[in-house]
Each structure stands twice: as structure tokens, then as C-alpha cells.
């Protein structure tokens, strides 16, 4: 059976020294020998010349000696926003997981409802209406009966995908 779904998982770094980016990986299985394996990739793009050079004046304020530390060309993981990181993340995700079609935004051991960057249209109108109802109500802490009722209506949508059914009929 093709895993369907995989999950980026975003990382803030707006809070260290100096760190004012994002960076991503993608979590998910793999079919190796007909055995699944779970596999993670850290999403990098090649630097161009005008990050490298943004990184360079801005790191030499905290390393002087740093001077042309980056380099157009370089691989990076730093990335100046989500919305970048998510844009990156829906045009390479395949790459890394070829059988896989729905891209969630969230936490790869969640089973809560989550923001779908990609997928069948049917599924993403779901699951980001379910996404932004739990965020509404403040997830658990805010309102659990609530969330205990998106958490079901969002188990049904995935047992449809794992049933093979990609259509919204029925559910």
C-alpha cells in the first residue's frame, strides 16, 4: 500500500542568537523491500548570491572573523519565513517520498487535525477546516469536548484515505 501522507515539521529559530529563520523536515515512510521505514529529511535549497550576502554582513556583527563565510551556491537550511519554508516543502516533498500525495503541516506523531499544504482538494478543505476550528477553540486546553469531536470527524477522513476512497462522498 502507498503511504499517502508525510508531515513537515517546522522548526522557530527566531529565539537564538542571532537566529531569525525557519528551517523544516519532512517525516514519513518509505518502501524499502516491501517493508516501510520511517525517514526523515531536512529540507536545504542552494544560497543565492543575496542571502549569502545578507549572512555574511549579519553574522559579522556576532563573529568578525567570519568575513565571506557563505557563499552563493551554499546549501542552506535557513529559510526567512513559514510561508517560504511551506512553498519549498510543497514543490520538493515527493522527492524525498515519491508514493506519497498529502503533505501535512504539524507534528509527524499527531493524530489531531492538521494543516494540509497538499493533497486531494476534497481532503484539504477538510482537514484545514478541522485544523482551524481546533486552533479557534485553543485546541484541548481551550475547549476538549470540542476537539474530541474534530478529532473523530478527522479519523474518519483518514480511514477513508487508508481505505483507498478519495472522495468526500459518505463521510
Not at 513559514?82 to 516543502?89: G, I, M, R, S, V
Amino acid at each position: 500500500m502507498k503511504d499517502r501522507i508525510v508531515c513537515l515539521e517546522i522548526c522557530d529559530w527566531g529565539s537564538s542568537l542571532g537566529g531569525e529563520h525557519f528551517s523544516g523536515t519532512i517525516h514519513g515512510y518509505i518502501n524499502k523491500d516491501g517493508k516501510p521505514e520511517y525517514s526523515i529529511f531536512r529540507l536545504e535549497y542552494e544560497m543565492p548570491a543575496s542571502v549569502a550576502q545578507r549572512l555574511n554582513l549579519k553574522e559579522q556583527r556576532y563573529f568578525p572573523s567570519l568575513y565571506q563565510h557563505y557563499k552563493a551556491g551554499d546549501k542552506t537550511d535557513r529559510f526567512e519565513s513559514e510561508k517560504e519554508l511551506k512553498d519549498h516543502a510543497v514543490r520538493t516533498y515527493k522527492d524525498f517520498f515519491p508514493d506519497s500525495d498529502i503533505l501535512l503541516c504539524g507534528s509527524s506523531c499527531s493524530a489531531d487535525p492538521q494543516e494540509c499544504l497538499d493533497g486531494p482538494q476534497w481532503f484539504k478543505d477538510v482537514s484545514n477546516r478541522l485544523w482551524k476550528a481546533f486552533q479557534q477553540v485553543g485546541g484541548y486546553e481551550g475547549n476538549e469536548k470540542a476537539c474530541d469531536g474534530f478529532f473523530l470527524e478527522y479519523q474518519k477522513i483518514l480511514k477513508k484515505l487508508n481505505d483507498g476512497i478519495d472522495k468526500l462522498e459518505g463521510l
